[in-house]
């Protein structure tokens, strides 16, 4: 059974950075195309960013393009979000979701498995 389990979260001044992770247990994460995800308060949930499960395309929401960066480490069972030039905005509950292979895609019902979050809050 797949687990997700986020972490790096935390408070961050508007312009400063944060690393999110997400640990994928149960299966071998080369077999998963990964997705980041995030639900701001009074707001739905939104697509930021996707990782096919080769590695070879990544898909990004506009609003995070140029400052957010989705990687993987398949030896570690873990992708990553390396979240620059934060702005108040983007504050919001993360979440990693995988679906089994499959493209790097922003539909959220086609993620089979999801973690439950880790909160980012940016200052202004």
């Known amino acids: 059974q797949v687990q997700l389990v986020e972490s790096g979260g935390g408070l961050v001044q508007a312009g400063g950075s944060l690393r999110l992770s997400c640990a994928l247990s149960?299966?071998?994460?080369?077999?998963?195309?990964m997705g980041w995800f995030r639900q701001a308060p009074a707001k739905e949930r939104e697509f930021v960013a996707a990782n096919s499960w080769s590695g070879g395309s990544t898909y990004y929401a506009d609003s995070v393009k140029g400052r957010f960066t989705i990687s993987r480490d398949n030896a570690k069972n873990t992708v990553y979000l390396q979240m620059n030039s934060l702005k108040p905005e983007d504050t919001a509950v993360y979440y990693c979701?995988?679906?089994?292979?499959?493209?790097?895609?922003?539909?959220?019902?086609?993620?089979?498995?999801w973690g439950q979050g880790t909160q980012v809050t940016v200052s202004s």
């Open positions: 149960g299966r071998t994460l080369s077999t998963y195309t």
């Open positions: 979701a995988a679906r089994l292979y499959g493209g790097a895609i922003s539909e959220q019902y086609r993620y089979e498995h």
